[in-house]
């Protein structure tokens, strides 16, 4: 909600830049979606070896846990 406020003032404001980040807000979008997919697989694959080098202590902590 708060940003579109903030695009409200700024079409009030300047109009011109406000059409023009409103057209290019997609692009932008499109562009970084591949370094999105990226972090949601190198963080994929960090907890995953977090998982693995902290398994063997998690066993010796407690009998129960799992």
Same mark, same amino acid.
């Given at each position: 909600?708060? @940003?579109?406020?903030?695009?409200?003032? &700024?079409?009030?404001?300047?109009?011109?830049?406000?059409? &023009?980040?409103?057209?290019?807000?997609?692009?932008?979008?499109? &562009? &970084?979606?591949?370094?999105?997919?990226?972090?949601?697989?190198?963080?994929?694959?960090?907890?995953?070896?977090?998982?693995?080098? @902290?398994?063997?202590?998690?066993?010796?902590?407690?009998?129960?846990?799992?």
């Amino acid at each position: 909600m708060l @940003t579109f406020i903030l695009w409200c003032v &700024l079409f009030v404001l300047c109009w011109p830049v406000a059409l &023009l980040a409103l057209v290019l807000y997609p692009i932008v979008w499109l &562009l &970084l979606m591949p370094f999105r997919i990226l972090g949601i697989a190198v963080e994929g694959v960090l907890k995953l070896l977090w998982a693995v080098i @902290t398994f063997p202590a998690r066993l010796l902590s407690s009998p129960g846990r799992v």
